[in-house]
Nanobody, 125 residues
Framework: QVQLAESGGGLVQPGDSLRLSCSAS????????MGWFRQAPGAQREFVAA????????YYADSVKGRFTISRDNANDTVYLQMSSLRPEATALYYC??????????????????WGQGTQVTVSS
């Protein structure tokens, strides 16, 4: 099981930016991609973004495309989510997770077996 630690969440105002980080413990079998999901109170956990660990290809949910950027640091097995022009509807608990899925993009929650505790993002004036 991969140990994950998300950080960087906080309370920001609409229009602000925030960068989330996620560090992952190394595993015997490298994951194919890392993803970010979010879950608002009373809602399902939804896909936000993913990055292919071999090709660096990225994929975003339509709701964040053009405002969020996923990136990685290979040396530290760390993935980032840069969030700009934040809106109140972005308020949620944000999770990162690795996937070994052969499907691209891996947008289904079921494709991600391990999860961290998440980091809270609140966008409010």
């Amino acid at each position: 099981q991969v140990q994950l630690a998300e950080s960087g969440g906080g309370l920001v105002q609409p229009g602000d930016s925030l960068r989330l980080s996620c560090s992952a413990s190394k595993t015997k079998y490298s994951w194919s991609a890392m993803g970010w999901f979010r879950q608002a109170p009373g809602a399902q956990r939804e896909f936000v973004a993913a990055i292919n660990w071999r090709t660096d290809s990225t994929y975003y949910a339509d709701s964040v495309k053009g405002r969020f950027t996923i990136s990685r640091d290979n040396a530290n097995d760390t993935v980032y989510l840069q969030m700009s022009s934040l809106r109140p509807e972005a308020t949620a608990l944000y999770y990162c997770a690795p996937t070994w899925s052969r499907r691209w993009p891996p947008t289904y929650r079921i494709e991600y077996p391990d999860w961290g505790q998440g980091t809270q993002v609140t966008v409010s004036s």
